[in-house]
């Protein structure tokens, strides 16, 4: 190693850090010397401490070794600028070797070991009692019971932009089977990147997209989403185009006369109901959505959706789409109390003119609100929420609501959460309502429902 890259580290080193020189401690270095601050600095702040004989002896050539504990004495500087830091970081690669043999960690290194990240989350659900108020049958044995396991993988692009994905296994135990989505095992839900453009944020790919309170929509978009502003503090919003999946019904709700409507071919379909997008293709949406926090206890939030095409089936040869529809949502959450919390929502679109299967006109607005007590803690042990919410939501005032159980139902919940130890949490609630519109043709059916589940963060 030539005496130019240890002067080139020597002046790098210089300009992370301490301004001023202390007086020089080497006698061959003289005042006019070019490297004299740089030098004297370095050996006042401990970087280099020169030979027993009180020299530096800059004429030398400078071993791999010695350079090493330069860079290594760079390293463990905190208030380097960013090129700074980039340099020394790649100096510190260069000696990689040399300082493992110091017993340096590389901090560079460990970065990209550290690149990926794991987390996740496994959930054990129990469900008894009715209906899922969405489904077509009044089965009361059928529920959504069932071990579940998602990972996020989180990777850095470099410092601003990071890759995410979202990959979910699910064990149903009402069929024992692992094949939970369609003919597969396993689920890739997410896959996007994220990082500043515009002075906001952009997500762009598969994503989670979620409306002010999550009435409208809280489910996977593929396209792009930019948000901006501190969504806990003053005004923020976000603007998203994207595609939904391809095929699905309009909060999930079917309203059909169950093994009644055949097709010419002699087929027959239980699954009537309003399909996001035009025949064979993934439904287009488009949101606005703005927050205004008022106080750090309470805010406000409203979102405008729509959706480029709907489907509707209401009999074998009775099908027809149009231009879709538009969706608003507008909620508020506030402290009303000491550890009382209370949010309140209410969502609605513009379709009319849709029944269901005994013939009645499919509800097109819903609200939703909650009281909730305390606040639960997956880092604090003993933490728990009691809450109690009531609901009145109409199939055609949701894509995919957020909470369970929300969407074509009317009525209560009384549940709480508790936190039995560190990244575990206890979730248990009752619901008693019944069915908005009927999804059978027998009639509208009685929602009667039990949830136990624990989840492990990781």
Do not use: C, P, Q
């Given at each position: 190693m030539k005496k130019i890259l240890g002067l080139s580290a020597v002046a790098l080193v210089m300009s992370t850090g301490i301004a001023a020189a202390a007086n020089n401690p080497f006698s061959d270095v003289p005042a006019d010397s070019w490297a004299y601050d740089a030098v004297s600095t370095l050996a006042a702040d401990g970087v280099i401490d020169g030979y027993p004989d009180g020299t530096y002896q800059g004429q030398k050539t400078m071993t791999r070794y010695e350079m090493a504990q330069i860079v290594a004495r760079a390293m463990a500087k905190t208030d380097m600028e960013k090129a700074d830091k980039a340099l020394v970081d790649k100096l510190a690669a260069e000696f990689a070797d040399e300082l493992d043999n110091l017993g340096v960690r590389v901090a560079d290194l460990e970065k990209k070991s550290d690149n990926v990240k794991f987390t996740g989350t496994a959930r054990l659900r129990y469900d008894d009692g009715g209906i899922n108020a969405t489904n077509t049958k009044a089965d009361k044995d059928d529920s959504a019971s069932h071990s579940h396991i998602e990972y996020w993988i989180k990777g850095k692009v470099n410092e601003d932009w990071t890759a995410i994905a979202e990959i979910e296994y699910e064990y149903n135990m009402k069929t024992d089977s692992i094949t939970a989505y369609g003919d597969s095992d396993h689920q890739l839900d997410k896959v996007y990147v994220e990082g500043p453009l515009f002075g906001g944020t952009l997500k762009?790919?598969?994503?989670?997209?979620?409306?002010?309170?999550?009435?409208?929509i809280d489910t996977e978009v593929s396209g792009a989403e930019l948000t901006w502003g501190d969504p806990n503090e003053g005004l923020?919003?976000?603007?998203?185009?994207?595609?939904?999946?391809h095929g699905r019904n309009m909060a999930g709700t079917s309203f059909a006369a169950s093994g009644v409507k055949n097709f010419e071919d002699g087929t027959v379909n239980d699954n009537f109901g309003i399909k996001l997008g035009a025949p064979g293709e993934a439904g287009e949406y488009t949101s606005a959505r703005l927050k205004y926090n008022f106080s750090p206890v309470t805010a406000m939030g409203v979102t405008y959706g729509h959706l480029d095409n709907l489907t509707v089936y209401e009999s074998d040869v009775n099908k027809f789409s149009d231009d879709g529809a538009d969706l608003w949502e507008v909620g508020f959450n506030t402290t009303v109390a000491d550890n009382l919390t209370w949010m309140a929502a209410y969502s609605k679109s513009d379709r009319d003119g849709i029944y269901d299967s005994v013939g009645s006109e499919v509800k097109n607005d819903g609200w939703f609100s909650e009281l909730r007590y305390k606040k639960h803690d997956i880092t604090d042990p003993g933490s728990f929420a009691i809450f109690a919410n009531y609901r009145n939501v109409g199939a055609l005032s949701t894509?995919?609501?957020?909470?369970?159980?929300?969407?074509?139902?009317?009525?209560?919940?009384?549940g709480f959460d508790y936190v039995p130890i560190e990244n575990t949490t206890i979730e248990v609630f009752y619901i008693n309502g019944k069915q908005v519109n009927?999804?059978?043709?027998e009639g509208i059916q009685d929602a009667d429902i039990f949830r136990a589940q624990m989840e492990f963060y990781f």
């Open positions: 762009a790919g598969r994503y989670g997209e979620f409306s002010s309170y999550g009435r409208i923020s919003g976000a603007l998203t185009y994207g595609r939904l999946k894509i995919d609501a957020t909470v369970d159980y929300t969407e074509n139902i009317k009525g209560w919940t009384l009927a999804t059978t043709n």
